[in-house]
């Protein structure tokens, strides 16, 4: 039988940084300080990511750009490895991402691209918990409550099973 079905989500806007809760806030403020940090020559869009762990610990990553354009690393990206590889069992709990351009802030918020979705789902599945993510830009802020939520039908290891025939 023939179907349409459809997926929705919904999220938080906030027009300013002083409407997010003092964590929220703490978090989106380590990000936009990474994005100080990130290399990027080549696009000049440089971005920070921070990741909230189980502890309150605050980890951040930021884009690393390379003349080979896929050897290059995204903020949301670097930063989970960060969290990953230096504090295992303490669970990332929330991700803040940030964009500086050559005119400062971005205005908007930037959203994590493909990759970086399907990383975000990865964590939140093999953890067992969903992460909480501020997209901030200078004039707008989005808060997601999942990853899950941004890359709905996402690859995961259910997809890599072989059913026998």
Do not use: W
């Amino acid at each position: 039988m023939k179907r349409t079905n459809n997926i929705t989500f919904s999220y938080t806007e906030c027009d300013n940084i002083e409407e997010l809760n003092a964590g929220d806030r703490e978090l989106l403020i380590s990000a936009r300080e990474a994005a100080k940090n990130a290399y990027a020559p080549y696009s000049h869009f440089k971005v920070g990511a921070a990741v909230r762990l189980e502890s309150g610990k605050i980890v951040s990553g930021t884009n690393i750009e390379n003349a080979a354009f896929p050897s290059g690393i995204c903020a949301e990206r670097s930063a989970l490895t960060n969290a990953s590889s230096n504090h295992p069992g303490d669970i990332p709990v929330g991700l803040a991402v940030a964009a500086i351009t050559d005119s400062g802030l971005s205005d908007d918020p930037v959203p994590p691209c493909g990759n970086c979705r399907q990383v975000i789902t990865e964590e939140e599945s093999r953890n067992g918990r969903n992460i909480r993510i501020i997209l901030g830009g200078m004039n707008k802020i989005k808060i997601i409550d999942k990853g899950e939520d941004l890359l709905p039908l996402t690859f995961n290891k259910n997809n890599l099973k072989v059913n026998p025939r």
